[in-house]
């Protein structure tokens, strides 16, 4: 089935650097992916929508000059966290729909594995 | 009209049990239904989904039921085991691969041996 990679899986990074977080389609094309944001024990939050060669949209809320979304490519986006402080802390996860699959019937969503970031 | 809505938020049951979580919605556009599994650390995984032009659907000891006109659906675990303790996820979406899933807050499940 289709895979999607993130990595890293954790990082601590201290406050004030920056960190990359990568999305990879391992076995299909991705015009569109997905960021989220899960604090514990809750739900999936949507930060933003990462489309392929354009910009991405944001939700609301979400800073877009601290977290910087770049999509390159069918089969990469990156997240990275600019300034990172202590509330930055979190697990980040990305996930993205088989474009081969044209969108249509039974498309599933198929997410990376996650990012748990620390910052201290 | 974007909210999925999810209950219980926790459940304990023993093995061997049915486990019953549901969900409702309020976006009639919506076509697409899919539930996700979560363990601790790890992200979603797909577990089973549904269209609405079904009442029902079966995948092992995982069944989706599907009331369309209540605007509601659920999942059964039938046999619950140990190793169904996660986190579930029920979302509903437009089916379209750059539309983005609407999820409910999710449920923990906890199957005692």
């Known amino acids: 089935g289709a895979v999607v990679s993130q990595h890293p899986s954790r990082v601590i990074c201290k406050s004030g650097t920056s960190v990359k977080i990568e999305c990879r389609s391992l076995d299909f094309q991705a015009t569109t992916m997905f960021w989220y944001r899960q604090f514990p024990k809750q739900s999936l939050m949507l930060m933003a929508t990462?489309?392929?060669?354009?910009?991405?949209?944001?939700e609301q809320g979400v800073e877009k000059d601290k977290f910087l979304i770049n999509h390159a490519s069918l089969t990469l986006s990156t997240l990275t966290v600019t300034s990172a402080h202590p509330e930055d802390s979190s697990f980040y996860i990305c996930?993205?729909?088989?474009?081969?699959?044209?969108?249509?019937?039974?498309?599933?969503?198929?997410f990376g594995n996650g990012t748990r970031l620390t910052v201290t | 009209q974007q909210q999925v809505k999810q209950s219980p938020q926790s459940l304990i049951v023993q093995k061997g049990g049915i486990s019953i979580i549901n969900c409702a919605y309020e976006n009639t556009a919506f076509d697409y239904f899919p539930w996700y599994q979560q363990f601790p650390g790890k992200g979603p995984a797909l577990l089973i989904a549904?269209?609405?032009?079904?009442s029902e659907k079966k995948e092992g000891r995982f069944t989706i039921s599907f009331n369309k006109s209540a605007k509601q659906f659920s999942l059964h675990i039938m046999d619950s085991q140990p190793g169904d303790s996660a986190t579930y996820f029920c979302?509903?979406?437009?089916?379209?691969?750059?539309?983005?899933?609407?999820f409910g807050p999710g449920t923990r499940l906890s199957v005692l041996p």
């Open positions: 996930s993205a729909r088989d474009f081969i699959q044209g969108g249509g019937m039974n498309s599933p969503l198929h």
């Open positions: 549904i269209r609405p032009d079904v």
């Open positions: 979302a509903a979406s437009i089916d379209n691969y750059g539309q983005n899933f609407v």
């Open positions: 990462s489309n392929e060669g354009s910009k991405a949209t944001y």
